[in-house]
């Protein structure tokens, strides 16, 4: 069971209120606060598409570029030594640090998904 769900590049958690009887989630990721609710996972998904479609057309209508989760860059921190060795690691096979992070990312998820 997954507790995510897609539409048009958003990403919408799945929760359940058990004392409510419904489910419900918000687009993760961003700073607007898109939220949508459900009594089944039907109405759930229409919700959830309804909610997106409503965000980009306010953006819209407001001349203001919608935001997106993931553009594909982001900072981390580590510690002084793994940096250095990761950087010689990635002399060493003649790749950019950005590109052996990437790698090694790209392994691990899909490792575990």
């Known amino acids: 069971m997954k507790n995510t769900m897609e539409y048009k590049g958003y990403i919408g958690s799945v929760e359940f209120s058990e004392e409510d009887g419904v489910f419900f989630g918000k687009v993760m990721g961003i700073r607007a606060l898109i939220s949508y609710e459900g009594t089944n996972a039907k109405e759930l998904v229409e919700d959830?598409?309804?909610?997106?479609?409503?965000?980009?057309?306010?953006?819209?209508?407001?001349?203001?570029?919608?935001?997106?989760?993931?553009?594909?860059?982001?900072?981390?921190?580590?510690?002084?030594?793994?940096h250095k060795q990761a950087v010689v690691c990635a002399l060493s096979q003649q790749i950019t640090l950005n590109r052996l992070v990437e790698n090694a990312l790209q392994k691990y998820v899909m490792s575990v998904t």
């Open 48 to 82: 959830f598409h309804g909610s997106v479609d409503d965000y980009l057309v306010l953006c819209a209508e407001e001349g203001v570029e919608p935001e997106k989760a993931y553009k594909g860059s982001f900072n981390i921190r580590i510690s002084p030594e793994l």
